[in-house]
């Protein structure tokens, strides 16, 4: 069963901005973080940002620091991932994940199926 459905994404020039959704059905996710991997062509999938579901608190990579912001909100059991300044090097598949989250790592339980965005200069 597919607990994480994402939505969003598809084509942009660098400078945009956009807006992926994941929509979290069929189980609970108390004391989970929610976060969002990507993996562009070619290379290894790699955790983007995560928020706690419990305490909303959120964790990103460096490079997406400033630029990226993810949130959730639990009645609308929905974790956004709002992508401004997008930059050619964002390009990728991305995927909602939940799981536990330490030290900079997600340790992911659920994955969703992902959708893609492609950014061009």
């Known amino acids: 069963q597919r607990y994480l459905a994402e939505s969003g994404g598809g084509v942009a020039q660098a400078g945009d901005s956009q807006r992926l959704s994941c929509a979290v059905s069929g189980r609970t996710f108390s004391g989970y973080t929610l976060g969002w991997f990507r993996q562009a062509p070619g290379k290894d999938r790699e955790f983007v940002a995560g928020?706690?579901?419990?305490?909303?608190?959120?964790y990103y990579i460096d490079s997406v620091k400033g630029r990226f912001f993810i949130s959730r909100d639990n009645a609308l059991s929905t974790v956004i991932l709002q992508m401004n300044s997008l930059k050619p090097g964002d390009t990728a598949n991305y995927y909602c994940a939940a799981g536990s989250y330490w030290d900079g790592e997600l340790t992911v339980k659920y994955w969703g199926q992902g959708t893609q965005v492609a950014v061009s200069s």
């Open positions: 928020v706690d579901w419990n305490t909303g608190d959120t």
